[in-house]
């Protein structure tokens, strides 16, 4: 290491306590201490390239130098850098982007609403759905229905509500009494031997049935869902699950609040992975993929008849109470307007779909291989699962934390991928040539190599 890297990553060690990351082992193990990023690659301060197979963190679907998010983002600071929405304040940039995300969103006469991040989506998205069941005279809808393995993010509520211990654990968070817990899809891991998935869907979908007959539909504001279940593992639904979610749901007044954080803008093949799949929601979160990273944005979409009667309160109350500082914030609506006309000029969902049908060959190929049992594509996202033995499905133990170890081989070869246990996530940016594909293949095999 250069000098200079040592002391950069001696400042980081001392000064910066980071994200989703063990505290203690960072001191000795030190910083990927990233400079630089051009197409698919990131480069580190000593000048070695990674391709990003996990677009960062499921967000630079345009990869790391796309020059016109730049210059939208440049020419706007120059224009008007910053305003806020509260009290009827708003601006150009945001208003257009309201209309283009409102006309690709599948829900009915949809309304915006802007945050900073994932997290705050799911945030906004609840407490909107508190406050629309209040609107509508049924103070006693509170509980969320919510599935195990589910990520929606780190705020206090986005911890309670999603199901991985890990976002919990230490934290002496408030009751999760008013959250109600089902099973994660994941056919994979915990069908019965020998179910079928269209078996397996059934018992889902009779368990969310009992788990509203047990509680009282008159008791549940909402459930939320991410389509595919992201920092869970990759996981995705069994055929005919979400269409007949959103019809029990809709049959008991329940609202359904899709978390496409992850899954929006074209990542599965469609604009949203409610498409993909035929959910029905009432609102929908965005963030990541909204401006491809560039700068940070989200927002809540809600339908016609949410916003209704969330409008209608706001005039009985005198004020809808909720919103931030940098809502619609004029220079993260300009790129994520920019990184919108570049989705529509690729023809994002079919390019992804596109891109997902080589994903797809590309992975099957590597999955005859002892060591993986399961490829899942949808679009352009995967998740492969490595197991000790494939005839059997057997796991590895978890303290042998191969799935760790694959990321750090893959790391060796140059390639990013993500490690979820022992599930490896790909979700590469959709800019990503031929050339590179393949490399990310030839780079993904080696790293299962030195895995075994
Ligand atoms: N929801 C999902 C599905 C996510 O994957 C994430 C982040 O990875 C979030 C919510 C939280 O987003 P943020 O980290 O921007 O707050």
């Known amino acids: 290491m250069t000098n200079y890297a040592t002391h950069l990553n001696a400042l980081d060690a001392r000064y910066h306590l980071h994200s989703q990351t063990n505290a203690v082992a960072h001191q000795s193990r030190g910083a990927l201490m990233l400079t630089g990023g051009r197409g698919v690659f990131v480069s580190d301060i000593q000048g070695r390239d990674y391709l990003e197979s996990m677009s960062g963190l499921w967000y630079a679907n345009l990869g790391f130098s796309n020059q016109r998010l730049t210059e939208a983002a440049h020419a706007q600071l120059q224009k008007l850098p910053a305003y806020h929405t509260f009290n009827h304040r708003s601006n150009d940039v945001c208003a257009q982007l309201s209309e283009q995300l409102a006309q690709i969103v599948p829900l009915d006469d949809a309304r915006i609403f802007y945050v900073n991040s994932g997290s705050e989506a799911i945030d906004s998205m609840v407490k909107m759905a508190w406050y629309y069941h209040m609107a509508k005279g049924q103070p006693n809808r509170r509980k969320i229905i919510s599935r195990e393995g589910a990520f929606h993010g780190s705020t206090i509520f986005g911890a309670v509500v999603g199901g991985l211990s890990h976002m919990k654990d230490g934290f002496n968070l408030p009751a999760t009494d008013g959250v109600v817990r089902v099973s994660r899809p994941s056919h994979f891991r915990e069908a019965e031997k020998g179910e079928t998935e269209a078996a397996y869907c059934d018992r889902l979908i009779a368990e969310i049935e009992d788990v509203i007959a047990a509680h009282g539909a008159e008791s549940i504001a909402a459930m939320i869902a991410e389509p595919i279940i992201g920092a869970g593992g990759v996981l995705t639904p069994p055929k005919g699950y979400f269409s007949r979610l959103s019809a029990l749901l809709q049959s008991h007044g329940i609202l359904l609040l899709m978390d496409e954080v992850i899954c929006g803008f074209g990542r599965t093949g469609n604009w949203f992975g409610s498409q993909t799949f035929g959910a029905q929601p009432d609102m929908i979160a965005m963030a990541k993929g909204l401006t491809a990273g560039y700068i940070p944005m989200g927002a809540v979409a809600l339908s016609g008849a949410v916003y209704d009667a969330i409008a209608a309160q706001s005039d009985q109350l005198g004020v809808f109470g909720h919103g931030f500082t940098y809502s619609g914030h004029p220079t993260a609506s300009a790129v994520a307007l920019a990184a919108l006309e570049q989705y529509h000029e690729m023809k994002a969902p079919a390019l992804t779909a596109r891109r997902g049908q080589d994903l797809t060959r590309a992975l099957e190929a590597l999955a005859t291989d002892d060591m993986i049992g399961e490829v899942r594509v949808e679009g352009f996202i995967a998740g492969i699962e490595l197991v000790a033995d ?42 990503i040539s031929d050339d590179e594909f393949d490399l990310m293949i030839t780079r993904l095999r080696a790293a299962l190599m030195t895995t075994r």
Do not use: H, Q, W
């Open 390 to 431: 494939k005839a059997s499905r057997t796991f590895f133990a978890p303290e042998l934390a191969v799935g760790r170890r694959f990321e750090n081989n893959a790391l060796r070869e140059g390639l990013i991928v993500r490690n979820m246990g022992d599930t490896i996530a790909i979700c590469p940016p959709y800019i």
